[in-house]
């Protein structure tokens, strides 16, 4: 345990640190898990409502630090890519 008082707050920080950081990451992880079942199931209206709270669940994630930008990039267009597949839609050319 620590003894100085900045270390004590030190660790008063970290662990709420670490419970928002689970909580966040156990969401993330639960509407990602969402999307994709809604897209497999092909339920496209619901998929596209999730697919918003997906984008802003992995937003939020990166501002917290827990995940990097490009991790979260790869995830939305992984996500997209999926729910345009499943849709039909073709790939535009750039």
Do not use: C, H
């Amino acid at each position: 345990m620590p003894i100085k008082k900045a270390a004590k707050k030190w660790l008063r920080q970290s662990k709420k640190r670490q419970a928002r950081n689970v909580k966040v990451k156990e969401e993330l992880k639960e509407i990602i898990t969402k999307t994709r079942g809604l897209i497999e199931k092909k339920k496209f209206e619901e998929a596209k409502k999730a697919l918003v709270k997906a984008y802003s669940k992995l937003d939020k994630a990166v501002k917290y630090g827990m995940i990097k930008k490009n991790t979260a990039s790869r995830k939305k267009s992984r996500l997209a890519q999926a729910l345009n597949k499943a849709m039909g839609k073709k790939k535009t050319a750039e």
